[in-house]
């Protein structure tokens, strides 16, 4: 089946570290976005991108950074992690027309300490 | 600008209940709704959808009108199950070209008990 897939599903890691997540997804959509998920919060965007040349900033990117290798490849990266980036993150693909629904992986537990 | 307010949580019903999760919106021009359903350790699955004014979207069971007279996108369904305790999450998506973000409320998490 067509699917969004990310890597790692859990990460513990400390604060000061650089952290990269991944996501890959065969669904041949052109739009990629990754959003953080916190307990009250609902799911708030950092980045999203609609095809490998065109990256655009979320409502929180600030300490997070994304590359988009290619077209079915978007990776977040914390360039030096600090504790209040812990949450659940999420990566989700959409097609560029339409009623602009997302499909979403399963998710990264990222705990900083 | 654009924003949904859900019922908040968490709603404890007893199987085979009815169930109304609350969902009304602020949003410019005419947006796309959806409700997404979270189970635990998962990710968000969408469970319905309406692009226009009196679309009603329909599946498993749950269905969510399109009201913009109210700005309302009420989830319901008519006898819940044990499965279907889980974190329902409201979203609109603006219908304008280049749209680039889907609008979710906090969620509701809703436990049903055997």
């Known amino acids: 089946d067509a699917d969004v897939t990310q890597t790692p599903r859990n990460r513990i890691t400390k604060t000061g570290k650089r952290i990269m997540l991944e996501c890959s997804q065969t669904?041949?959509?052109?739009?990629m976005y990754w959003y953080r998920q916190d307990p009250g919060l609902g799911l708030r965007l950092i980045y999203y991108s609609f095809d490998v040349k065109d990256i655009n900033k979320g409502e929180i990117s600030d300490g997070y950074s994304v590359s988009r290798q290619a077209q079915a490849k978007f990776s977040l990266s914390l360039e030096s992690a600090i504790p209040n980036q812990t949450a659940l993150y999420f990566c989700?693909?959409?097609?560029?027309?339409?009623?602009?629904?997302?499909?979403f992986g399963p998710g990264t537990r990222l705990t900083v300490l | 600008g654009n924003s949904v307010t859900q019922m908040e949580g968490p709603v404890t019903l007893s199987e085979e209940a009815f169930l109304t999760i609350n969902c009304t919106y602020t949003a410019t021009g005419y947006p796309s709704l959806f409700w997404y359903v979270q189970y635990p350790g998962e990710g968000l699955q969408l469970l319905l959808k309406?692009?226009?004014?009196?679309d009603k979207g329909s599946n498993k069971g749950f269905e969510a009108t399109y009201r913009k007279e109210t700005t309302s996108f009420h989830l319901e369904k008519g006898s819940v199950q044990v499965s279907d305790s889980a974190v329902y999450f409201c979203?609109?998506?603006?219908?304008?070209?280049?749209?680039?973000?889907?609008?979710f409320g906090q969620g509701t998490r809703l436990t049903i008990n055997p």
């Open positions: 309406a692009t226009k004014a009196d």
């Open positions: 669904k041949g959509h052109d739009r």
């Open positions: 979203a609109l998506s603006p219908l304008i070209q280049g749209a680039q973000k889907l609008v």
């Open positions: 989700a693909t959409s097609r560029a027309q339409g009623a602009y629904e997302q499909f």
